[in-house]
């Protein structure tokens, strides 16, 4: 440079030594005029991510877009130059160099919008714009302009327009006095950003340089009204001889823009002091303006001023003493007078104060860029100013991506623009696709044929869309941002792929799943990828099933002979068939169908596995797949195969079946092989300690085994019974003297001692039926009748106990087995209530078809309750089948033998008479299965100690309530009659209630649970004596297992008889209680308020269907009755006779008639649109969240049927059917099956919070090492 200032060191290797050796085929970025002009006031939005203007338009445009779609007007920024010439610090210079001219345009990059903010922080930076011209350079009515490194520039365009800031910023100065040094280092600007780019016509060079602003927020803070404030104070109480009258005086404070304008004067000064002039002017440090108006400290820290000895004046620098660093010194204070120009612009005056802004009087920034383009010379530069001012377009359509890729403006004509992509696709081939999807969206927003015709064209040239293919790409679920998409291999795309099916929940996904990779398959030309799409399976499971034309609930093999008949009717169709077969075994997962295609359409599993390049060859290869080894025993691979099958997403289900299928094949197992036939493990052929333990019918009581099941599995509830000990206090006296006794209250009253007692004892029989569960050897144990009987007579019902004598030997059979001997029977038969006690002789049980029952009657019903012939209780067996077991067990009654039982000092003798036991079991019959549970719970809460009281009514807190019991809180709202508002200064009533359970009402024909409960928890208006009520009802608090009881049986009043309910009622594994909670969840209470108010317009819609469809008094609906009545007018005039009808009354009837149509399509319609709101109203509250874990079922009618229970094992993923003492694993299907025929029906739900899953336990076995003991009993058992 002609200033010698030093420049960055430039590439000894550089092949560039003039201009014409560029080589623009080198450089990968092309850019006009407009878009880098622009880019210079957007720089400063990605600073801190990227330098866009050393980057591809194609790279930023669509953030560029997005910055000024969401950003507030506030935070874009604009492009200001002073408009007005300011000799010691102009605008635009030019200097004349060896070889051409250096033009130099100094600016400020501003925030749109500053009001609000303080003077200190106002965003601003600035912008230095250099062009390097050829003397003789030739006129370019549009600049190409490509982008250069520094690195790249000739070594004389590097000297004339790069400045090396580091090394100055680092003290690398030569040439200079060591006291200036200082100050050439604070000179030096931080610089932000940099770019050089070349314009390929006329070789004019642009350098961009973008700084920080040079006098810091720190500095600026001088200039607040309050820093003012106190300098004018401090100024005027140090010296009295100023007017201090009215020192507030507003007119006598200075203003922002005074200050600032003392400090410009500053500035000026050695700007536009003349070189040859001798006189130097100082200043007087004590001057009373400046010290009111500046801080004195800016001087010497930032102005580079020099302090005299005496400190009584400051010296302003002398640029001249810089030598080669004057401009840079110079360009220093050039910024900073820009700062306080375009500062002192903005500044408002103060309130009331009646001098003017000086600055805004003299000064005003232009933000069109007009100087520029207008420098330029290009044949649009009119429009150009107008685009970059924002004078013409709206920020949206200035950024839309489409333009900005293509580096074009609003204005460009098309042909422009087809040129700017030609140009964009040379340069930087590889983006070609994303230049040609901007170019196809701007032929479709300007509707452009010349535009149309050339995508046309390129199209023709086989030019891909970049959009199309990533958005193939990614429906695929392949990252496109970190994956190099061409080199991903076939079998990769597919995982992709079949990992997104299983993701996938719509037609419309499939669909697009199956396009897309079909589009990669034409692009790839993969025939690997074309093969899996012939034999892949159809992804519409619906559609499937519709290709068949059987319902989702038909069995597999009903289903199969469907598919064998439309095979047949249909032979051209089969492959479709194939793939719909396919389609239901994979979504099924049914080994069942799995083994029909394996041995029926091989062709159809080979090419799957085939085309899956995951081949099983071997046994070994088996085993790595299904993920165990070789060494697991069968009902470990078993185990395994269920929870992947299950639990992972990204396995291939065909594989993982094929793989069982060579597993079995080479270890001959009949376990595996019967699995892979019917889906399900058969326990017969699994170990004790691999499956639970059955419960005996004991008479009428199935609901109870399910019952005694569902507890036994909910761990810490079983625990806690195990590790029962507690002992009862012996007499009434010490029972009430403990405290955590006589204080407590249990479901809202005392508990006596005599209920204690039996609660003890129903606590000690659980525990040793728990035992047995836990160790038996035992496919299925009897419940004593014990147990039964303290588990169905109310809990107030008293029972006698006393404490047997220990036996020192073990009785003989005809003594202890069957309770005879020598002696009389006594009326009342006591039993024993030891682990002993539970070998019973079991009297013929019910049959599973035909059990007596009362499944959730109401109080109307229970006299209609069929109740069986009574059947007297025979304790004692026979002579003759005491002879025969003598005989099988082969032990005499001289020698019996000794065996050490152990002795529970807490178990005692259960005085029951055999009518009172029956009268139980005919009580448990009669029962809601919900009293059952009361009971249950109320013994168990009896027999335990309270963890604490509820300090507002002595309620007893343990376990039970910690694991079953929630809070509801109702609240009766009074509310206007006319307007159904709430009344804000009426009194509102609130009761707050434990549950144990939830009651969801059949009757009420809810679409499935979540329905229900909506109606439970509904908003509802009451009428009360004193007004109207809005009645709310919430949670406040849920229990760890959340129980629903189904209400099924009604009554009808006109028969008189009790009926069940058979309607569906759908669930899903989850259930998500957020919409029931109390909650001060704005968003969640309006939502509440929506679904209450479509559900007062969905009654109302009802309300007034039925009006129209229901029929009235003369059986036929108003609809019917106007339809029969023009049908009747009409046959009559065919007829001779008096009755005639005239056109008109014809017209009217029709008239009528198709109002009422239209009325009702219009309600269904609404209808149908409110109830779509309705569900799924509250799809996105997922925060409390509970796992499906019991179903108990009832299959019958309301006075009889049988019961039992599915049980959720969340450590396999599976569900146990425990029918008495059958326990088997159940298909899915099979649980949730919603069909209309299914008598089979839920009557009790229970589901566990999400994150206590691991407290439910079904299978806990650890089998007694004790055969003695043990043996014997079974061995006795199995004579029954």
């Not at 499937?544 to 095979?567: G, R």
Request: hydrophobic letters at 35%; a negative charge.
């Amino acid at each position: 440079m002609p200033d010698q200032v030093p420049s960055a060191s430039t590439n000894v290797n550089n092949p560039f030594t003039q201009l014409e050796a560029y080589d623009f085929s080198k450089s990968k970025i092309f850019k006009t005029s407009n878009r880098l002009i622009d880019d210079i006031k957007n720089s400063v939005l990605f600073l801190e991510q990227f330098s866009i203007l050393n980057l591809p338009a194609v790279d930023y445009a669509t953030q560029l877009s997005l910055q000024y779609q969401n950003r507030q007007i506030n935070e874009s920024f604009k492009l200001v130059l002073l408009n007005n010439p300011l000799d010691f610090a102009p605008t635009v210079s030019t200097e004349q160099l060896p070889n051409g001219t250096r033009t130099v345009f100094r600016g400020l990059i501003v925030q749109d919008t500053v009001h609000g903010i303080a003077i200190s922080d106002i965003p601003v930076y600035h912008c230095r714009i250099l062009f390097k011209s050829l003397e003789n350079e030739i006129l370019c009515s549009k600049h190409q302009f490509f982008y250069f490194s520094d690195d790249c520039l000739s070594s004389s365009d590097h000297s004339d327009l790069v400045i090396d800031y580091a090394r100055i910023s680092k003290g690398e100065i030569t040439d200079c006095k060591d006291d200036l040094k200082p100050s050439i280092v604070q000179s030096c600007p931080n610089l932000l950003d940099s770019t050089n780019y070349i314009c390929r016509k006329c070789h004019k060079v642009l350098r961009i340089e973008i700084f920080e602003k040079d006098l810091s927020n720190e500095e600026y803070k001088q200039f607040e009204l309050n820093e003012i404030q106190f300098r004018y104070s401090k100024t005027v109480s140090a010296d009295p001889s100023l007017d201090v009258s009215n020192e507030n005086d507003v007119n006598k404070i200075p203003s922002q823009s005074e200050c600032l304008w003392t400090l410009f004067k500053v500035l000026r000064g050695p700007l536009s002091r003349d070189p040859e002039e001798l006189e130097v002017k100082t200043l007087d440090v004590n001057h009373e303006i400046l010290n009111i108006h500046l801080d004195m400290d800016i001087f010497e820290k930032c102005l580079f001023f020099h302090k005299s000895a005496d400190g009584s004046y400051l010296t302003p620098p002398l640029f001249s003493e810089y030598g080669i660093y004057e401009k840079v010194v110079r360009e220093s204070y050039i910024r900073k007078l820009l700062e306080v120009v375009y500062l002192g612009t903005i500044c408002p005056n103060n309130p009331g104060l009646k001098r003017l802004n000086q600055f805004a009087q003299a000064y005003w920034f232009n933000d069109t860029g007009s100087k520029i383009f207008h420098f330029l010379k290009e044949f649009d530069s009119t429009a150009a100013i107008e685009w970059f001012g924002g004078l013409r377009y709206d920020v949206l359509e200035r950024y839309n991506p489409a333009l900005t890729t293509l580096v074009s403006a609003n204005y460009f004509n098309n042909k422009l623009i087809c040129g700017s992509y030609s140009l964009l696709c040379e340069s930087d081939p590889q983006n070609t696709p994303k230049y040609f999807d901007a170019l196809r969206d701007i032929g479709l927003l300007r509707q452009a044929p010349i535009v149309q015709e050339f995508v046309a064209k390129e199209a023709s040239k086989n030019v891909f869309s970049y959009r199309d293919t990533m958005r193939n790409y990614q429906i695929l679920g392949i990252d496109t941002s970190s994956t190099d998409f061409p080199t991903l291999s076939d079998d990769e795309i597919l995982k992709f792929y079949k990992y997104e099916l299983i993701l996938a929940n719509s037609e419309s996904s499939y669909d697009s799943l199956r396009n897309a990779l079909s589009s990669i398959a034409d692009y790839r030309k993969s025939e690997t990828l074309q093969n899996y799409l012939r034999t892949e399976p159809i992804h519409n499971i619906d559609q499937a099933y519709k290709h068949f034309d059987t319902p989702q609930s038909i069995e597999d093999d009903v289903l199969i002979t469907a598919f064998q008949f439309k095979k047949d009717d249909f032979p051209q169709a089969a492959t479709l068939y194939d793939r719909a077969l396919l389609t239901i075994a994979i979504q099924r997962k049914s080994l069942f169908l799995w083994s029909y295609i394996t041995h029926n359409l091989d062709y159809l599993f080979k090419s799957i596995v085939a085309s899956s390049s995951k081949t099983i060859t071997d046994v070994e290869d088996a085993y790595k797949y299904l993920g165990c080894d070789s060494l697991a025993t069968d009902f470990q691979v078993v185990t395994i195969f269920q929870e992947r099958l299950i639990k992972d997403p990204g396995i291939d289900v065909i594989l993982f079946f094929y793989s069982l299928v060579v597993i079995e094949k080479s270890r001959s197992s009949k376990l595996i092989g019967k699995f892979l036939q019917t889906g399900v493990v058969d326990a017969s052929f699994l170990p004790l300690e691999s499956s639970p333990v059955g419960l005996n019918n004991i008479g009428n009581t199935c609901y109870l085994n399910s019952l005694l099941q569902y507890y036994f599995v909910i761990k810490p509830l079983r625990t806690a019974i195990q590790d029962f000990k507690d002992i009862l206090p012996s007499s009434e006296e010490e029972f009430n003297s403990i405290a955590d006794y006589s204080k407590r209250r249990i479901g809202g009253r005392t508990v006596g001692y005599k209920e204690t007692e039996r609660s003890f004892q129903f606590v000690y029989q659980l525990r040793d039926l728990f035992h047995e569960l836990i160790h038996s050897r035992r496919i299925a144990i009897t419940p004593t009748k014990e147990l039964a009987y303290l588990a169905f007579s109310p809990s107030t019902d008293e029972v006698q106990f006393h404490l047997p004598e220990v036996q020192k030997t073990r009785p003989s059979i005809t003594e202890s087995e069957t309770g005879m001997s020598d002696a009389p029977v006594p009326e009342l038969s006591p039993v024993a209530m030891d682990w002993s006690s539970s070998i019973a002789y079991p009297e013929p049980s019910c049959s599973h078809h035909e059990e007596s029952a009362a499944l959730n009657s109401p109080d109307e019903s229970s006299e209609f309750i069929h109740s069986p012939t009574k059947r007297k209780l025979s304790p004692q067996p026979s002579t003759e089948d005491l002879n025969e077991i003598d005989a099988k067990v082969s032990v005499t009654n001289a020698e019996p033998p000794t065996v050490t039982l152990p002795k529970r000092a807490t178990t005692a003798v259960a005085l029951i008479g055999n009518d009172q036991l029956e009268n139980a079991l005919e009580l448990g019959r009669q029962q809601d299965v919900t009293e059952c549970i009361e009971n249950v719970l109320f013994q168990l809460e009896s027999a335990s100690k309270p963890t604490s009281l509820d300090p507002d009514d002595q309620e007893q807190n343990d376990l039970v309530k910690e694991l079953f019991y929630g809070r509801t809180k109702q609240i009766l709202q009074p509310v206007d009659k006319e307007t159904k508002e709430n009344i804000s200064d009426s009194s509102v009533r609130t009761k707050v209630e434990r549950f144990v359970s939830l009651l969801v009402n059949i009757g009420d024909h809810p679409k499935d649970l979540y329905d229900a409960l909506d109606t439970y928890f509904t908003e509802d208006l009451i009428d009360l004596d004193d007004g109207q009520v809005k009645r709310s009802l919430t949670i406040t608090e849920l229990p760890k297992f959340l129980q629903i009881q189904v209400q099924r049986v009604q009554f009808d009043r006109e028969r008189g008889i009790p009926f069940k309910a058979l309607d569906p009622l759908p669930f899903h594994e989850k259930l998500y209680m957020d919409r029931y909670l109390e909650t001060d969840n704005e968003k969640l209470i309006l939502k509440r308020k929506e679904i209450f108010q479509w559900k007062n317009e969905i009654s109302k819609l009802n309300k007034r269907k039925d009006e129209i469809l229901v029929p009235s008094s003369h059986s036929m609906t108003p609809r019917n009755a106007l339809i029969a009545t023009k049908e009747f007018l009409e046959a009559q005039k065919e007829l001779p006779g008096d009755i005639q009808a005239t056109e008109s009354t014809l017209i009217t009837l029709q008239k009528e008639i198709d109002i009422l149509n239209n009325e009702l399509q219009t309600i269904n319609s609404r209808l149908s649109e409110l109830e779509e709101k309705c569900q799924h109203q509250f799809d996105h509250f997922k925060n409390t969240g509970y796992s499906i874990f019991a179903i108990f079922i009832h299959r019958g009618e309301a006075s009889y049927g049988h019961y039992w229970v599915y049980i959720r094992d969340p450590t396999r993923n599976i569900y146990r059917k425990y029918n008495d003492e059958t326990i088997t694993e159940v298909p899915i299907a099979e649980v949730f099956n919603f069909s209309e025929a299914n008598t089979a029906t839920p009557y009790f739900l229970v589901f566990v919070r999400e994150d206590l899953e691991d407290e439910v336990e079904p299978l806990k076995r650890e089998l007694d090492s004790s055969p003695t003991t043990e043996a014997f009993r079974v061995s006795v058992e199995e004579l029954d």
